[in-house]
C-alpha cells in the first residue's frame, strides 16, 4: 500500500495505471473509518484493479460552526486498517494542497441540495460536489463508491456525475449498522454508550415506519407523524423527518414507488441522520 499526500503525484500515479487499462475504484472517505467505509472499500475491491481510498476532512463542507476542528482523526489507525483490506493507495492531501491560494470555484447542484440536509447546512452539498469532483480529477477513477447512510449526497453526486458527463461509474453500499440498529458514523464517537442506545430508537422508528408503509398507509403525512409519535419523549431532537420520492426528493401526494424515509436529530448535541427506502407498489 502506498501513502500519496501530493496531487501531481497521484495524478501521475492514475495515469500510469490508466494507461496499462487497469480499473481504478475510487472511494473517498474523511477517514476516522468503521465497518461502513470498510463496505465500501469491499465493493470497490470486487469490481476494480486498482483501489484508491481518499482520506481528507474536506474543510469547505462544514459550516462555520460546525465541528470541522474536532471532527474524528486517527490516520495510523485508518492506515492499518486499509493495509489490512488490501487497498493499492491511500491518498491523503493537506488542505493546502487541495486549496491553495486564490481557490475559488464551487459546483452546485441547486435542487437536490436544497432538500432535506440543505435547509440546515446550506453550504454543505457545494462543498461535497465541488472536492468530489476535484477528487475525481485527480485520481481519475472508472468508479467511485459512496455510503446510502448520506443518501442525499450519493443522488447529488449521481446527478453530477449525468449532468457533467463525467465518465465515473457511481455505485452504493448499503448502510452498515450496529448491532442495537444505530447506523455506523464517524460521528458516533462523540455519543456515550446511554446515547448510542438513544440514537438507536432512529432505526427503529424508521422500521416503524417501513412496516406502516408496507402495510398499506397511503399518507406521507400520516406516516410522517407516525414516524414522529414514536420517537416522542425519547430525549431525541428531530430536525427533520421526511417521507420523499426517493429520486427526486420530491413530495408525494401518495405513497407508492421508491420511497425515501430520512431523518436527521440530534441527541446531546451531536447531528445524526439515518434513512430507510421502501420499495412500494405502483398504486
Ligand atoms: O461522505 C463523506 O465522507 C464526504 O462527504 C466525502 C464524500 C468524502 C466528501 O468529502
Do not use: W
Not at 469547505?60 to 495510523?76: H, I, S, V
Not at 449525468?162 to 465515473?168: A, E, H, R, S, T
Not at 452504493?172 to 458514523?185: D, F, P, Y
Amino acid at each position: 500500500m502506498r501513502l500519496i499526500k501530493s496531487i501531481p503525484q497521484m495524478i501521475k500515479y492514475a495515469k500510469a495505471v490508466q494507461k496499462k487499462g487497469k480499473v481504478i475504484g475510487l472511494v473517498p472517505t474523511m477517514g476516522f473509518l468503521h465497518a461502513g467505509h470498510l463496505s465500501l472499500i469491499d465493493i470497490a475491491k470486487r469490481s476494480c484493479d486498482i483501489v484508491v481510498v481518499s482520506i481528507f476532512v474536506n474543510p469547505t463542507q462544514f459550516g462555520p460552526k460546525e465541528d470541522f476542528k474536532k471532527y474524528p482523526r486517527n490516520l495510523a489507525r485508518d492506515l492499518k486498517l486499509l493495509r489490512r483490506m488490501g487497498v493499492d493507495i491511500v491518498f491523503c492531501p493537506s488542505a493546502q494542497e487541495m486549496y491553495p491560494k486564490g481557490f475559488q470555484t464551487k459546483i452546485t447542484v441547486p435542487k437536490l441540495a436544497k432538500k432535506l440536509c440543505g435547509i440546515s447546512r446550506p453550504h454543505h452539498f457545494a462543498g461535497v460536489v465541488t472536492v468530489v469532483l476535484k477528487l475525481f480529477n485527480i485520481v481519475l477513477p472508472d468508479i467511485a463508491v459512496f455510503g446510502e447512510k448520506d443518501y442525499q449526497q450519493q443522488l447529488i453526486i449521481k446527478q453530477m456525475a449525468v449532468d457533467l458527463n463525467l465518465d465515473v461509474k457511481i455505485l452504493t453500499g448499503k448502510i452498515v449498522r450496529e448491532r442495537n440498529g444505530l447506523a455506523m458514523s464517524s460521528r458516533n464517537k462523540y455519543l456515550s454508550n446511554l446515547n448510542q442506545e438513544r440514537a438507536a430508537r432512529l432505526y427503529a422508528a424508521l422500521s416503524f415506519g417501513k412496516k406502516l408503509a408496507e402495510q398499506g398507509e397511503k399518507s406521507p403525512e400520516h406516516l410522517r407523524r407516525s414516524i414522529l409519535a414514536h420517537l416522542k419523549g425519547k430525549q431525541i431532537n428531530i430536525e427533520y423527518c421526511e417521507v420523499l420520492n426517493a429520486d427526486t426528493l420530491e413530495s408525494l401526494p401518495r405513497l407508492k414507488g421508491k420511497v425515501l424515509i430520512a431523518l436527521a436529530a440530534r441527541i446531546d448535541g451531536v447531528r445524526l441522520i439515518d434513512n430507510i427506502v421502501v420499495s412500494l407498489g405502483r398504486t
